[in-house]
């Protein structure tokens, strides 16, 4: 487990297209648990955004690439005068990589090579497959950093400190320029996404020119009217989430909830430090369900946190039954150096602990696929992710990328990534759904 985040100096230059290239690397650096340092000695590496307009910025942006080599050693080039490759080269053979512009995914590459991203189930905020490359329609944006939690099995407050939650108007411009960018999914991520604001007071922010609440209803509300989905991940079950309910119900934002609840018994929720009571939890999930029968609800849980019995597994099983909950993902607990869980008695042996993850997803599995069976016969509109010859495969409202199922249509179709197409779902299993296209061209 890392100690301190790898850290990332960023330096953009030139015009606002290369800005939106900027935001968008940063958007992903952030998502990933790259922590961005303002000055080139605290920075692990540097990524130069250049510019090679006219000569004047080419000549700033060569030198600006010599500044960061010389203070920090460890530079990523990109941007428009990327193109010309062998010319930055011959000036300084030291850089470790160059792209050309609108060539995120590469600079990735370059950064994922160079300075690993943090992995860990307990602190990183996008799925491990997706640490890879976001492809371009879909784009995670992150608007707050660090927790006022304490839950006793987590380093995040130690690793980030206090909730930190970025300003309203910042965040939208941001979810702007990635729309302009051709994002067509929008996956908002935090540690406590219900929580935004809270250190702001709530204060007011302009999106616009119109003032607006810094606070999650809000920033849902505007980011709904961009023409994108728009995905909100790790929502803690707070009553503020009430106030969503009613956007998701008249499609402004996507009826999916990526809730961690982490267990089903009381007694382990209170060792854990968490803050929710399953009773209201399950309450809560009914208001929701009767308000927006769409809701699909996403949960991670622990399996063989220290002192869990059979009871307790017992009663999360039976929480699992209640809630009914769409998607399921499930760890065995492992300790994370530095998290007040270890000091805990009564530590459940690595066997058993394989054993309760392994009957809690084949008990899920059968409701994860009664809830997706319910869908068979509906239209829906799905987003395409990839075109091959004989199918697409695509995702629903209720798939998030990388950690839900997918729909997959049969035959050869007319279609790229990121365009949104109408389906009827025919058939499903425990993960996936299979659907017809209706209208569009058959190739
Ligand atoms: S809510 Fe708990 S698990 Fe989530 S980041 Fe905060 S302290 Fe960690």
Redesign the pocket.
């Known amino acids: 487990m890392a100690e301190s985040l790898p850290t990332v100096g960023f330096v953009s230059l030139g015009c606002p297209k290369n800005l939106v290239d900027s935001e968008r690397i940063l958007t992903q650096l952030r998502a990933e648990g790259y922590a961005m340092v303002p000055d080139y000695d605290q920075a692990d590496l540097v990524i130069v955004n250049t510019c090679g307009f006219i000569d004047a910025a080419v000549e700033e942006s060569l030198e600006t690439i010599g500044e960061a080599l010389d203070a920090n050693g460890r530079v990523i080039v990109t941007g428009c005068l990327g193109v010309r490759a062998d010319e930055i080269r011959s000036r300084y053979p030291k850089v470790l990589g160059i792209t050309g512009p609108h060539a995120y995914e590469e600079v990735m590459a370059l950064v994922h090579d160079q300075l690993p991203a943090p992995h860990d189930p307990?602190?990183s905020l996008i799925p491990p497959q997706g640490i890879k490359l976001t492809p371009r329609h879909y784009a995670y944006l992150k608007i707050s950093e660090g927790?006022?939690?304490?839950?006793s099995?987590?380093?995040?407050?130690s690793l980030r400190g206090d909730l930190l939650s970025r300003p309203l108007g910042e965040v939208v411009a941001e979810a702007e320029r990635l729309v302009e960018s051709g994002v067509r999914e929008l996956l908002v991520v935090s540690?406590?996404t219900s929580a935004y604001g809270v250190d702001l007071k709530y204060r007011t922010d302009f999106v616009a020119g119109k003032p607006m609440a810094t606070r999650l209803a809000s920033l849902a509300r505007a980011l709904g009217e961009l023409p994108a989905w728009v995905r909100l991940h790790?929502v803690?079950p707070y009553p503020q989430v009430d106030q969503l309910i009613p956007l998701m119900a008249e499609g402004a934002i996507l009826p999916y909830l990526d809730m961690?609840l982490?267990h089903g018994s009381q007694r382990i929720l209170q060792s854990m430090?968490?803050?929710a009571a399953t009773e209201r939890v399950l309450e809560r999930l009914r208001d929701w369900r009767q308000e927006c029968p769409e809701l699909v609800i996403r949960s991670t849980f622990i399996v063989g946190y220290p002192g869990e019995t059979e009871q307790d597994f017992q009663e999360l099983l039976s929480f699992l039954e209640e809630a009914r909950l769409d998607r399921v993902g499930c760890f065995a607990y492992s300790p994370v150096q530095g998290a007040a869980a270890n000091r805990l008695p009564d530590q459940v042996p690595d066997a058993l602990k394989e054993e309760r993850l392994a009957r809690l997803m084949e008990f899920q599995s059968v409701i994860s696929a009664e809830k997706l069976s319910e869908k068979k016969g509906q239209r829906m509109i799905v987003l395409v992710d990839e075109v091959h010859e004989n199918h697409v495969i695509a995702r629903g409202p209720g798939d998030a990328p990388e950690i839900d199922g997918q729909v997959i249509i049969e035959g050869s179709w007319e279609v790229q990534p990121g365009d949104f197409v109408e389906v009827d779902i025919s058939g499903s299993d425990a993960h996936d759904l299979y659907a017809s296209m209706v209208g569009a061209d058959n190739t």
Do not use: K, L, V
């Open positions: 307990w602190i927790c006022n939690h304490r839950c099995f987590c380093i995040i407050p540690q406590d790790y803690y961690p982490q430090g968490r803050p």
